[in-house]
Nanobody, 122 residues
Framework: QVQLVESGGGLVQAGGSLRLACAASESIFNINAMGWYRQAPGAQRELVAV???????DYADSVKGRFTISRDNAQNTVYLQMNSLKPEDTAVYYC????????????????WGQGTQVTVSP
């Protein structure tokens, strides 16, 4: 089964940028949907962004226009470029593989990374 390792988290001031990377242990060519979730203290894990092999990109309303998801199948890596960061973006960010799309929205797949902490100071 695919293993996912996130990197790129850290501490940044509001208005700053970070780029997260999710490296997979095997080819992601046949994994249609890859994405990022986040979980803030005391909150539920929420979807941030999803990208499919067909180029579809979906974002949470709270990050639209600020975050960009991309994937490099040749490098088995998914990225999340985060710009104009806000304190409310502070959370642990998780990579997820093999999401499914239902009429109610995206459901996470079975494969998760260990998470990377993003902290945005005011």
């Amino acid at each position: 089964q695919v293993q996912l390792v996130e990197s790129g988290g850290g501490l940044v001031q509001a208005g700053g940028s970070l780029r997260l990377a999710c490296a997979a242990s095997e080819s992601i060519f046949n994994i249609n949907a890859m994405g990022w979730y986040r979980q803030a203290p005391g909150a539920q894990r929420e979807l941030v962004a999803v990208i499919t092999n067909g180029g579809r990109k979906d974002y949470a309303d709270s990050v639209k226009g600020r975050f960009t998801i991309s994937r490099d199948n040749a490098q088995n890596t998914v990225y999340l470029q985060m710009n104009s960061l806000k304190p409310e973006d502070t959370a642990v960010y998780y990579c997820n593989a093999d999401q499914l799309l239902f009429s109610t929205g995206w459901a996470p797949g079975d494969y998760w990374g260990q998470g990377t902490q993003v902290t945005v100071s005011p």
